[in-house]
């Protein structure tokens, strides 16, 4: 048994201590889970995303969807003055209405995390990062782990890792599963306490539904704090039906173990209404335990600046004009 698989911190309790003590017992673990009826999931995704909410519980509804957001930038030309702007608009969403919430994190790549964090000082906004040799993966392990040290190092309290698709999909399990638990190792700080770790799955890469389910698995048994979809950098990102699958996933850890994990949505929600469906999905399947940035997040930039306008047209009955909201 690796040092690292007895460790992992998900593998206690619920009778799931011994699933990572070698790869033919992980392999026995995740191929006995149920199979995913696929035409039943879509058809129950389909339908909660039918199911409207009421105008009184709407103006909730929004203010809790931007509360949840990870207010995002990833790109190669991002700078410190786009960092910063990203940051105020955070703090303030709505310049014109104080009593706009805050979003819950802002995320960026490891280099920028020290001016993110100076930016936010003062508020409770998380600074998340990107680690592990993001979105690709494909790095060698010490490289992963130096990624997230230096994330965590200057301040991070999140790091979003991605897994090695390969390696899951080649059926190289207690590969990813000790990649995981050395990356959680890697979030710890001097102090002993821990940045929280979100692990990307990339499900639009997972071909399968029953993929999906095996690394949602994988990675609580592993330690992950939050479970996500996507990087937002392929063409298939967040849908209804997978996020679905990985909302029951964590409901049925928490059954079997009593640990509570979060889902992270990420790439392609950008309206409120989206964001609705996804709520609606949230509160069906697990309830207002998770209804709370604490466990469920939305991995977006875009998505902001549509609720804001949803938000003033609730306020004034009408929608703003375009410059209402800044440009990303």
């Not at 930038?73 to 940051?87: I, N, P, S, Y």
């Not at 950098?233 to 049925?252: F, G, H, I, S, W």
């Not at 940035?293 to 938000?311: E, V």
Request: proline letters at 4%; charged letters at 20%; aromatic letters at 6%.
């Amino acid at each position: 048994m690796s040092t690292v698989a007895a460790n992992a911190p998900g593998a206690a309790g619920g009778g799931l201590q011994d699933v990572a003590a070698s790869e033919a017992s992980l392999r026995r673990f995740l191929h006995g889970l149920p199979g995913v009826d696929a035409v039943g999931l879509e058809a129950r995704a389909a339908t909660l995303g039918t199911r409207s909410i009421k105008t009184t519980a709407k103006a909730y509804a929004i203010d809790l969807a931007i509360s949840m957001i990870d207010l995002t930038t990833l790109e190669g030309a991002d700078t410190f003055g786009k960092v910063r702007a990203l940051c105020t608009k955070g703090r303030n969403p709505d310049p014109t209405d104080p009593t706009a919430p805050r979003v819950a994190a802002i995320c960026v790549y490891p280099d920028m995390v020290a001016t993110a964090k100076a930016a936010l000082a003062g508020t409770d906004i998380q600074v998340a990062s990107v680690a592990t040799a993001f979105p690709a993966g494909r790095a060698a392990l010490p490289v992963k782990l130096a990624d997230t040290a230096d994330a965590v190092a200057a301040g991070a309290n999140e790091i979003d890792m991605v897994i090695d698709r390969g390696a899951f999909l080649s059926g190289r399990y207690l590969d990813v599963f000790n990649e995981i638990t050395a990356v959680k190792q890697a979030c710890k700080r001097a102090d002993g306490t821990s940045a929280h770790l979100k692990v990307i799955f990339e499900t639009g890469e997972l071909q399968t539904y029953d993929n999906v389910r095996r690394a949602s698995w994988l990675a609580m048994l592993a330690g992950a704090d939050f479970i996500k979809t996507s990087t937002g950098k392929v063409a298939v990102n967040a849908t209804p039906p997978v996020t679905l699958l990985m909302l029951e996933a964590v409901r049925d850890f928490k059954q079997q173990t009593g640990i509570q994990i979060g889902v992270k949505p990420a790439g392609g929600i950008k309206t409120t209404k989206d964001a609705m469906k996804y709520l609606v999905m949230v509160n069906e399947t697990l309830g207002d335990d998770w209804l709370s940035p604490h466990w469920f997040r939305f991995g977006a930039s875009s998505l902001l600046n549509d609720l804001l306008m949803q938000r003033q047209k609730l306020t004034t009955g009408r929608y703003s004009g375009p410059d209402y909201v800044t440009v990303d």
